[in-house]
């Protein structure tokens, strides 16, 4: 074998190392996060014996704080300056105690009520501010490892493969492992099984570190201050629709995945298929986000999420029309499973876009803190989600120790898992139909090579 050959292998390799360390942050991060997503309102209701209403609040102090965080840790990252690069320390920095902080999350306390629900308060902020540590760099490091559309698309793919791998194993065993380990005890069987989760998690993250290199850092073309940063995200079209899609995709997201376990359980009446379903909603999407290179390079990306949440709407729809047929049921989950997998893979791959954009019209480069803000706005969607859903089982008078829940709950429940999903999907349609970025996107890449170059050339 020639030189250029071992070199070419030895790239290929390179690449691949790349895109395995990047895709194992986010299967570390939705060994938590799919927990949260699918039981962390039901530990609370139902495990900490906590008031749905004071849930619901809790849900939207904590977002609050997490805005202020959330900026910070974003223009932490624009101005952290190291031998590994911007994003890549804090990986490392932050795996063991993002691990921590599910152990503690997901551990009852024995203590009086109120002391519970201060408890809850301390440990969900401490998590959430420990998944934006870990999670936001994954978003803030993409423009970072390439400058090719075409292999972020690749890198996206990868990371939502291992993401759904992740969140498929927490579906698939969770439960199972929560009854096998707590002995019918819940409360010490989420304690343990989280405490596995984070360690495995926190290995990941370690692995992450070590594969991945900011091969494409780019430094702004002048320095800027927390306000002008975010500022210049006023400047930034493409990334303002964005971010207001950010809302109405993850709102629709979080309430759907918080009333699973209440639809199948009450409303159909089997826990088995809330297991089912759940499964459904990470294996479908693991295996159709792998289409997700080929079907973007022909239809642009923003194509392709439309299309996909499209799809994701008719699944939902037959659901609805199936009511308690198994059958539809599941016909239902693996459409919408479909169409949900595509999308959440190009999303992530259309994040990285815009910070290209802002820096184009505004010489300011805030991968940082613009993967920050959208960490930020995706967190608000989960309080709207948590608030939302903790109000209506509030308003459907529901009862953790009923066998048989009233008829206000039931509809509450259904709107939760259905209704308010549908109408979200809507408007994200509607939203995204405005986003024109795909087309200017070589000629933006193409003026920034130029400016980068002109730059180094003057240094």
Known sequence: MNSSGISSKSLRGALYKQRLGYGLGDFACNLIWQVISLYLL????????????????????CRVI????????????????????????????????????????????????????????????FLSFMYTVVNIPLASILPALTDDMNERTVLATWRKFLAF????????????LVDLVGHGNEALGFRVVMG??????????????????????????????????????????????????????????FIQSSALVYYYKYYVG???????????????????????????????????????????LAGLAVILIANLNATGIICGAFITALGYGIKESIYFSMQ???????????????????????????????AAAGGISGLLLAWGNYDSTAAVQTAEALTAIKAMYIY??????????????????????????AELEKRRAATENNA
């Open 352 to 382: 990285a876009d815009p910070v290209d954009y802002g820096e184009w019209k505004t010489g300011v480069q805030a991968a940082g803190t613009l993967s920050s803000v959208n960490g930020f706005l995706g967190k608000v969607a989960q």
């Open 165 to 176: 791998l992740g969140s498929t194993i927490v579906s698939a065993t969770a439960l199972t």
């Open 196 to 253: 596995i989760f984070g360690v495995v998690g926190c290995l990941c993250f370690f692995l992450t570190f070590a594969l991945v290199r900011e091969t494409n850092l780019q430094e702004s073309q002048k320095s800027a201050t927390l306000k002008e940063t975010i500022l210049s995200l006023a400047h930034d079209t493409p990334w303002k629709l964005f971010a207001l899609n950010i809302l109405f995709q993850w709102t629709g997201y």
């Open 66 to 125: 997490d805005g202020v965080t959330d900026l910070l840790v974003g223009f932490a990252i624009d101005k952290t300056h190291t031998r590994w690069g911007k994003s890549r320390p804090w990986f490392l920095f932050g795996a063991v105690p993002f691990a921590l902080s599910a152990f503690l999350a997901f551990s009852v306390p024995d203590i009086a009520p109120n002391g519970k629900l201060i408890y809850a308060y301390v440990t969900y902020i």
């Open 270 to 312: 089997s826990t088995a298929m809330s297991s089912l379903v759940a499964t459904i909603m990470t294996m479908v999407p693991m295996v159709a986000n792998l289409t997700v290179p080929f079907l973007a390079k022909r239809m642009g990306k923003r194509n392709l999420y439309s299309a996909s949440a499209a799809v994701q």
């Open 420 to 445: 308010i999903p549908l109408i979200l999907l809507i408007l994200s349609l509607v939203t995204m139909s405005f986003y024109k970025l795909d087309k200017q996107f070589p000629e933006i890449q």
């Open 42 to 61: 039901y530990f609370y209701t139902d495990i900490m014996k906590l008031d749905a209403t004071a849930i619901a609040a809790m849900f939207v102090v």
